[in-house]
């Protein structure tokens, strides 16, 4: 078992970290570990062995177990070495080593004794000076596996112990006693490792084994040490303490049954006879693995609790099962499972040898349950199924049911349980547990406790299910009130960013918009309602929606913030929100701004890099009601930047808000490949630490602008002559702009709009506008305020056909009123070059 490998272990009684195995230093003692087969041989015989019994490696391995390890009995009280209060500790016989080393061990076991050994030069030489007592504290835990290996013995020098300055015999809290191993490795793979860790830690689960070995390998360290936390089955106290005489008392009487004999009634305590000490036990397990699972909402997490607390404590294999709509956080359909029921099996836990059961039994597969198995039973009663032993027979009848694979190495000559996860009269799903033949095959008793704690994890489950399930919604819920901006606009690059509170749940008020309007501007919106939760989402819904109507109306900054803020008024007293709209006109250079009590913008200057928060009036919060709203100019140039953001991003408790809004200004000026870096740029200088509570959002435009030479324009009288010059003026400048290609549909959509604007203007000059840029453009201006409709014309009507040509052939067209009349518009798409 040692193969050119050095094991070594310790007993810690701190916390230590980087404390080499077998340091006799401070909160460390060097244990030996010796190993036994089924035979009663020592198969494995470590350093710590040799240095605390004197017998070499060579000479033990091989030998009896009970020849290199005579035991002279229990301690007397006499014996000077041992402190005058250890023997008040004793409560009854010490469990003798000899017997765990003869006799088959069911259960873990521990004690204190007098052993013989040879006696040893101070420096660790091979001379024998004689034979000597040595005081030892001795584990003794049960092997259970394929393995020949059937007991692991770990020993300690009561001495050494006695040494860190404890009174062995005041009964220290038995957590700050626990073995932990350490391991000196020369294997040349991960993979090796990986496979012969078990060997020394027995009971380590694949999993388990491999995250220790991952993070050996990265961490570069050659020791592995075990938290003093991390439980064993036995941790007895100095002197052996009164628990731990009654451990030792109820696993000789677990032994007296097992053999079939009577139980001496000196093993029971005051009159407790072994039934109750057994359900204390298992009241005990079950107390314990409800506090390990359910540490988060995280369903992920917790089916990984679940399995990790019963193997290999309570079980060798783990096997959980889930449906599909737990996974998927949705609703059950009524009525019980059946066989159309899809499963999906979630977990596997098992202290089998690495892989063997990853290609028949994989994690993540999705399955029907066949109908004439344990497991369907199971699910469809949601009862717990006992099979205590299954032979070849059955294993060969569940097997067949399971096509294209073959189950019956996994099944056959174990036990196995199956308990329902069930939750508020619904199965959730179910775990598959089994015993190796090794160990006691389940019973009754199991059967309750196994039910027990599936209904305990059954209800964490599905509390980690409803809440998966609300945070579906509630991100579905965001994801549809938050739009889908484009990228481009005519004149501008846009780039969006929304990150959801972290401590007050995942829906909020915060949001962004961006509207196209007439003459190829463009609205930019920031808003945040004040307060969290759906009813904010919900409001936040409805203002979105006001704002998008009010703006494709083209209503100024300021009046459309004055209809907002009465329609808040109207929705009910607690509807507030702050409000940042801004008009940017890629033609003219210029925004056009107005602001309801939020966060002033940046703007980021193309030339110099240099950044400025723009003073606006700040206003008042949209619903407060009384307060009027200004709206101010700021002229810009090609590549500038706009930067608008919710308070979420640059209020921070402890923080001074003009020391974050400094900071704000600066990361926006930092350089950028592109403008979704730059977005990511200022989320990470101002989300510098966690628990962030409030959402956040944040837009970003970069104002390209449009060139003088890409804008074209008319003014037409009012006379239908003039249709004709529109078509003309309308191709010559295509074919000057190398647009040919467009000039046919462009002059005649063109010359639709401009008969309309002649037929019902009311005597003022029609405007007639191309403008090229990302789409070819064309809007035709007039002094009649009311907007076209699109009708359906009959073969005799005279009219109702020009809106229904431009409809069909234009990319997009649209309507709006203007301080003057109306615009009505189209686009085109440009040809690719």
């Given at each position: 078992m040692d193969r050119g490998t050095d094991r070594d272990a310790s007993l810690g009684r701190g916390t230590g970290d980087g404390a080499a195995a077998g340091a006799a230093e401070a909160g460390r003692v060097p244990l030996a570990v010796v190993v036994v087969?089924?035979?009663?041989?020592?198969?494995?015989?470590?350093?710590?062995?040799?240095?605390?019994?004197?017998?070499?490696?060579?000479?033990?391995?091989?030998?009896?177990?009970?020849?290199?390890?005579?035991?002279?009995?229990?301690?007397?009280?006499?014996?000077?070495?041992?402190?005058?209060?250890?023997?008040?500790?004793?409560?009854?016989p010490v469990p003798a080593l000899e017997s765990s080393l003869d006799g088959p061990l069911p259960y873990p076991a521990a004690g204190r004794a007098r052993l013989s050994v040879p006696g040893r030069e101070p420096d660790g030489g091979a001379e024998d000076v004689g034979r000597a007592r040595a005081d030892v504290l001795w584990w003794a835990y049960p092997l259970a596996g394929p393995g020949r290996e059937r007991l692991l013995v770990l020993a300690a020098d009561a001495a050494a112990v006695g040494d860190e300055g404890e009174d062995p015999?005041?009964?220290?809290?038995?957590?700050?006693?626990?073995?932990?191993?350490?391991?000196?490795?020369?294997?040349?793979?991960?993979?090796?490792?990986?496979?012969?860790?078990?060997?020394?830690?027995?009971?380590?689960?694949?999993?388990?084994?491999?995250?220790?070995?991952?993070?050996?390998?990265?961490?570069?360290?050659?020791?592995?040490?075990?938290?003093?936390?991390?439980?064993?089955?036995?941790?007895?106290?100095?002197?052996?303490?009164?628990?731990?005489?009654?451990?030792?008392?109820?696993?000789r009487a677990a032994r007296a049954l097992a053999a079939g004999e009577p139980v001496p009634r000196d093993l029971l305590d005051d009159g407790e006879d072994l039934e109750y000490a057994a359900v204390r036990e298992r009241l005990?397990?079950?107390?314990?693995?409800?506090?390990?699972?359910?540490?988060?909402?995280?369903?992920?997490?917790?089916?990984?609790?679940?399995?990790?607390?019963?193997?290999?404590?309570?079980?060798?294999?783990?096997?959980?099962?889930?449906?599909?709509?737990?996974?998927?956080?949705?609703?059950?359909?009524?009525?019980?499972?059946?066989?159309?029921?899809?499963?999906?099996?979630?977990?596997?836990?098992?202290?089998?040898?690495?892989?063997?059961?990853?290609?028949?039994?994989?994690?993540?597969?999705?399955?029907?349950?066949?109908?004439?198995?344990p497991f369907f039973q199971c699910m469809t009663t949601g009862e717990p199924i006992l099979v205590p032993h299954i032979g070849e027979e059955m294993g060969q009848a569940i097997a067949e049911q399971f096509e294209k694979r073959d189950m019956r190495p996994f099944l056959t000559h174990r036990s196995m349980l199956i308990v329902p996860l069930k939750a508020r009269n619904v199965v959730l799903g179910f775990m598959v547990l089994l015993r190796h033949p090794e160990r006691?095959?389940?019973?009754?008793?199991?059967?309750?406790?196994?039910?027990?704690?599936?209904?305990?994890?059954?209800?964490?489950?599905?509390?980690?299910?409803?809440?998966?399930?609300?945070?579906?919604?509630?991100?579905?819920?965001?994801?549809?009130?938050?739009?889908?901006?484009?990228?481009?606009?005519?004149?501008?690059?846009?780039?969006?960013?929304?990150?959801?509170?972290?401590?007050?749940?995942?829906?909020?008020?915060?949001?962004?918009?961006?509207?196209?309007?007439?003459?190829?501007?463009?609205?930019l919106v920031v808003g945040d309602v004040m307060g969290h939760g759906l009813n904010s989402a919900a409001m936040m819904g409805q203002l979105r929606t006001a704002v998008q109507t009010m703006a494709a109306l083209d209503l100024p900054p300021a009046r459309l913030l004055r209809n907002l803020d009465d329609l808040a008024q109207r929705l009910g007293d607690s509807y507030l929100a702050t409000c940042l709209y801004a008009v940017y006109d890629p033609i003219a250079g210029e925004l056009h701004l107005a602001n309801a009590g939020h966060i002033p913008p940046v703007l980021v200057r193309a030339g110099d890099g240099r950044s400025e928060l723009l003073g606006l009036p700040t206003g008042a919060p949209v619903g407060v009601g009384g307060v009027p709203f200004e709206a101010v100019r700021v002229r810009v140039r090609p590549g500038d930047r706009l930067v608008m953001c919710t308070d979420g991003l640059v209020e921070m408790r402890g923080e001074d808000i003009?020391?974050?809004?400094?900071?704000?200004?600066?990361?926006?000026?930092?350089?950028?490949?592109?403008?979704?870096?730059?977005?990511?740029?200022?989320?990470?200088?101002?989300?510098?630490?966690?628990?962030?509570?409030d959402d956040v959002a944040l837009l970003m435009a970069r104002l390209n602008g449009i060139a003088p030479d890409d804008v074209a324009e008319w003014r037409l009288a009012r006379d239908p002559a003039e249709v004709r010059r529109a078509r003309a003026v309308v191709r010559e400048r295509l074919h000057a702009w190398q647009?040919?290609?467009?000039?046919?549909?462009?002059?005649?959509l063109a010359g639709e709009l401009v008969t309309n604007a002649v037929r019902h203007s009311r005597g003022g000059p029609v405007a007639l506008r191309l403008v090229r840029g990302d789409t070819?453009?064309?809007?035709?201006?007039?002094?009649?305020?009311?907007?076209?409709?699109?009708?359906?014309?009959?073969?005799?009507?005279?009219?109702?056909?020009?809106?229904?040509?431009?409809?069909?052939?234009?990319?997009?067209?649209?309507?709006?009123?203007?301080?003057?009349?109306?615009?009505?518009?189209?686009?085109?798409?440009?040809?690719?070059?």
């Open positions: 087969d089924r035979d009663g041989l020592v198969s494995h015989w470590s350093r710590g062995a040799w240095r605390l019994f004197g017998i070499a490696k060579d000479e033990a391995i091989g030998r009896p177990a009970a020849d290199l390890l005579p035991v002279s009995g229990a301690l007397p009280e006499e014996d000077g070495d041992l402190p005058d209060e250890a023997p008040s500790a004793w409560d009854g015999g005041a009964g220290a809290p038995c957590e700050r006693v626990v073995p932990a191993f350490a391991l000196h490795t020369d294997f040349p793979g991960a993979e090796e490792l990986a496979r012969r860790l078990p060997e020394i830690l027995p009971g380590t689960s694949v999993r388990e084994s491999a995250r220790i070995v991952a993070q050996v390998l990265e961490l570069g360290y050659p020791v592995l040490e075990f938290s003093r936390n991390e439980r064993v089955p036995v941790t007895p106290d100095w002197g052996v303490s009164r628990r731990a005489g009654r451990l030792a008392r109820r696993q005990e397990f079950l107390n314990e693995v409800s506090g390990r699972i359910g540490t988060s909402l995280d369903l992920s997490r917790t089916i990984d609790e679940v399995s990790t607390a019963v193997v290999p404590r309570f079980t060798d294999v783990a096997c959980t099962y889930l449906r599909e709509q737990v996974v998927a956080g949705e609703g059950f359909p009524e009525g019980a499972p059946d066989a159309t029921t899809l499963w999906h099996r979630v977990a596997l836990e098992h202290t089998d040898e690495p892989g063997r059961w990853d290609d028949t039994v994989p994690v993540g597969e999705s399955l029907q349950i066949p109908a004439h198995t006691p095959e389940f019973n009754d008793m199991d059967r309750v406790t196994g039910a027990e704690l599936a209904a305990r994890a059954a209800l964490v489950l599905d509390n980690a299910r409803m809440y998966t399930h609300q945070e579906s919604v509630a991100e579905t819920l965001q994801d549809s009130m938050l739009p889908h901006i484009p990228p481009h606009r005519a004149g501008c690059d846009i780039a969006t960013r929304y990150l959801p509170g972290t401590l007050l749940g995942r829906v909020g008020g915060d949001w962004f918009d961006s509207v196209k309007l007439p003459g190829a501007r463009t609205a003009g020391v974050r809004l400094a900071a704000l200004c600066e990361s926006a000026a930092h350089p950028a490949a592109s403008m979704d870096d730059a977005c990511d740029t200022i989320i990470r200088a101002l989300n510098t630490r966690g628990g962030r509570k647009l040919a290609g467009l000039a046919d549909q462009a002059e005649l070819l453009l064309c809007e035709v201006d007039d002094d009649d305020h009311d907007l076209p409709t699109l009708l359906s014309a009959g073969p005799g009507d005279e009219s109702g056909r020009g809106l229904r040509v431009v409809s069909t052939l234009a990319r997009e067209w649209g309507a709006s009123r203007t301080a003057t009349g109306k615009s009505v518009w189209f686009e085109l798409t440009l040809p690719r070059r």
